[in-house]
């Protein structure tokens, strides 16, 4: 297996070389894996990053743009140029180093709560965990005065324990954003206040806001128990000079920190391959990469004064301005352009909704004319079956009236009715007829004219005959009401002249007595 993979190195260009060290040194990923992975990625070191990370399958439309943009690799089978080699041996570290893809790290989930012991084994534990404790502080006494034993003790350990030494600073794991903010308190007790804004959350957020934001990140490692580290902070980061560059909104610069005694912070060191502390690295969206690619663009290490950490920092700020500034106005003009289809969507939206209500409201008026016009036509056909129905009652009524007593009959009542038309009926009625009977000749009065009126007709069913006036005595005016009943002699005696008065327009005039009234009363009040 060694010596195949040893033939696959040999027959490698420098080009690809070049891109399996790169690839090796982000993702730790064996050579003969990695070698695979970046032939099926046309040798394009971010498509392979991306997939190591993401775990996805290839992407055939992001593999032709970027193969499009990246030049094609060249063949194995090539002219020896010793000269060449070496330059571009020489050149491809530098290359590299401008702009390495921003790593990312695996941290503890927000919802994932910290390990707490029971208290039964945390009480049975804690002469154990003193001794390792004081232990620990004087080991770390003993690295302090002799400085070289930590470092060989790093050359020489298992990786294994070195990953172990990672967890014993004592610190309590928290979550990305707790421990931003466990970073951001510590700072602030350590140096007093500060305009440094640092980001109140994990390092993966930082980068997923720079990218959404098209702002540079600015990344600040501190190891606490690094001599320079105080100094630096004082002298040179929370210089004024420092924050005024930091904090002017047209360098668009985020700020994230970390303190590398956390396991996010000692990753991210790790990633960016931080070799000097205090660490400082600016990281960007590269989109001349892929359009999600994130760059490490520039790397600040060890001590510095204010005025040549402005200058580096303008200096990579400048330098990659120009792609951000095309994106920016891509995302500008696509913002626009949603904006405008936004807009034109809302306006007929609106439009349609006006459209509706018009609609709504000719429905309604219509259904609302329908609905008069069936009210008229059902009140009409009322008003119509009401006639006929009184018109048969009045046939029916004339038929079963009684004959007019002659004048053989001495206590007749002779009655006189005036009508409202002037005409009188002149009638005759027998002394025990009641009073009823009376109303009924004026009421079928017309009926009783006509001689050839038909004499079998029943009284029509469901139809109940009211009297639509009342007969009247004019001096003294009396009222003789067919509700209360009685006969015709004990109410007139033995004759007398009525008047008919129709009860309907008594009630119309009665009703506009009252409008008249309320109106005045209007009137008055609101003089």
């Given at each position: 297996?060694?010596?195949?993979?040893?033939?696959?190195?040999?027959?490698?260009?420098?080009?690809?070389?070049?891109?399996?060290?790169?690839?090796?040194?982000v993702?730790?990923?064996?050579?003969?894996e990695?070698?695979?992975?970046?032939?099926?990625?046309?040798?394009?070191?971010q498509?392979?990053?991306?997939k190591?990370?993401?775990?996805?399958?290839?992407?055939?439309?992001?593999e032709?743009?970027?193969?499009l943009?990246?030049?094609p690799?060249?063949?194995?089978?090539?002219?020896?140029?010793?000269?060449?080699?070496?330059?571009?041996?020489?050149?491809?570290?530098?290359?590299?180093?401008a702009?390495?893809p921003?790593?990312?790290?695996?941290?503890?989930?927000?919802?994932?709560p910290?390990?707490r012991?029971?208290?039964?084994?945390?009480?049975?534990?804690?002469?154990?965990?003193?001794?390792?404790?004081?232990?620990?502080?004087?080991?770390r006494?003993?690295g302090?005065l002799?400085?070289?034993?930590?470092?060989?003790?790093?050359?020489?350990?298992?990786?294994?324990?070195?990953?172990?030494?990672?967890?014993?600073?004592?610190?309590?794991?928290l979550?990305?954003?707790?421990?931003?903010a466990?970073?951001?308190?510590?700072?602030?007790e350590?140096?007093?206040?500060?305009?440094?804004?640092?980001?109140?959350?994990?390092?993966n957020?930082?980068l997923?806001?720079?990218h959404?934001?098209?702002?540079?990140?600015?990344?600040?490692?501190?190891?606490?128990?690094?001599?320079d580290?105080?100094?630096?902070?004082?002298?040179t980061?929370?210089?004024?000079?420092?924050?005024?560059?930091?904090?002017?909104?047209?360098n668009?610069?985020l700020?994230?920190?970390?303190?590398?005694?956390d396991?996010?912070?000692?990753?991210?060191?790790?990633?960016?391959k931080c070799?000097?502390?205090?660490?400082?690295?600016?990281?960007?969206?590269t989109?001349?990469?892929?359009?999600?690619?994130?760059?490490?663009?520039?790397?600040?290490?060890?001590?510095?004064?204010?005025?040549?950490?402005?200058?580096?920092?303008?200096?990579?700020t400048?330098?990659?301005?120009?792609?951000?500034?095309?994106i920016r106005?891509?995302?500008?003009?696509?913002?626009?352009?949603r904006?405008?289809?936004?807009?034109?969507?809302?306006a007929?939206?609106?439009?349609?909704?006006i459209?509706?209500?018009r609609?709504?409201?000719?429905?309604?008026?219509?259904?609302?004319?329908?609905?008069?016009?069936?009210?008229?036509?059902?009140?009409?056909a009322?008003e119509?079956?009401?006639?006929r129905?009184?018109?048969?009652w009045?046939?029916?009524?004339?038929?079963?009236?009684?004959?007019e007593?002659?004048?053989?009959?001495?206590?007749?009542?002779?009655?006189?009715v005036r009508?409202?038309?002037?005409?009188?009926?002149?009638?005759?009625?027998?002394?025990?007829?009641?009073?009823?009977?009376?109303y009924?000749?004026?009421e079928?009065?017309?009926?009783?004219?006509?001689?050839s009126?038909p004499?079998?007709?029943?009284?029509p069913?469901?139809?109940?005959?009211?009297?639509?006036?009342?007969l009247?005595?004019?001096m003294?005016?009396?009222?003789?009401?067919?509700?209360?009943g009685?006969?015709?002699?004990?109410?007139i005696?033995?004759?007398g002249?009525?008047?008919?008065?129709?009860i309907?327009?008594?009630?119309e005039e009665?009703?506009?007595?009252?409008?008249?009234e309320?109106k005045?009363?209007?009137?008055?009040?609101?003089?």
């Open positions: 297996m060694s010596e195949e993979l040893d033939l696959d190195l040999d027959r490698l260009s420098s080009t690809e070389r070049s891109a399996l060290e790169t690839y090796s040194s993702t730790g990923q064996e050579p003969a990695a070698i695979a992975l970046l032939r099926r990625s046309q040798w394009n070191v498509i392979a990053i991306a190591f990370f993401d775990g996805e399958g290839p992407d055939p439309v992001e032709a743009r970027e193969a943009q990246s030049p690799p060249r063949p194995a089978r090539r002219t020896q140029n010793l000269m060449t080699d070496d330059l571009t041996e020489q050149l491809a570290p530098a290359a590299r180093s702009a390495d921003a790593p990312r790290v695996n941290t503890q989930p927000e919802s994932q910290a390990f012991p029971p208290f039964i084994l945390a009480l049975l534990f804690t002469p154990f965990n003193l001794v390792y404790r004081l232990l620990y502080n004087s080991f006494l003993f302090t002799f400085p070289f034993l930590p470092r060989l003790f790093n050359t020489t350990a298992n990786p294994a324990l070195q990953a172990a030494r990672r967890n014993t600073t004592g610190r309590r794991p979550g990305p954003k707790d421990t931003a466990r970073f951001i308190r510590e700072f602030d350590e140096y007093g206040s500060h305009s440094i804004p640092f980001l109140e959350n994990g390092y957020m930082a997923e806001k720079s959404r934001d098209l702002k540079y990140l600015l990344i600040v490692l501190l190891a606490p128990e690094h001599d580290t105080s100094g630096w902070v004082r002298d980061l929370l210089a004024p000079e420092v924050a005024e560059f930091i904090n002017d909104p047209q668009n610069l700020v994230w920190g970390g303190s590398v005694q396991s996010e912070a000692y990753q991210v060191a790790n990633s960016l070799t000097k502390f205090p660490f400082a690295a600016v990281v960007v969206h989109p001349n990469v892929s359009s999600t690619a994130m760059s490490v663009v520039g790397r600040i290490a060890g001590t510095t004064s204010p005025s040549e950490f402005t200058s580096k920092l303008r200096t990579i400048s330098t990659n301005q120009e792609p951000l500034e095309r106005a891509t995302r500008a003009e696509q913002q626009a352009s904006s405008l289809r936004e807009e034109q969507d809302s007929y939206e609106r439009s349609l909704a459209d509706r209500e609609a709504r409201q000719r429905r309604e008026a219509e259904a609302a004319r329908e609905r008069e016009e069936q009210e008229a036509a059902d009140r009409q009322a119509e079956k009401k006639q129905d009184l018109e048969q009045k046939q029916w009524r004339a038929q079963s009236l009684g004959t007593p002659g004048t053989d009959v001495k206590e007749a009542v002779r009655v006189s009508l409202p038309s002037g005409e009188r009926i002149m009638r005759r009625f027998a002394p025990e007829a009641d009073i009823e009977e009376l009924a000749v004026v079928c009065y017309e009926v009783l004219q006509d001689e009126r004499t079998d007709v029943k009284e069913e469901g139809f109940t005959h009211e009297y639509g006036f009342r009247v005595s004019p003294p005016r009396a009222v003789y009401a067919v509700q209360e009685g006969a015709i002699r004990e109410k005696g033995r004759g002249n009525l008047l008919v008065e129709p309907q327009d008594e009630e009665d009703e506009d007595g009252e409008e008249e309320v005045e009363e209007g009137t008055e009040v609101s003089s």
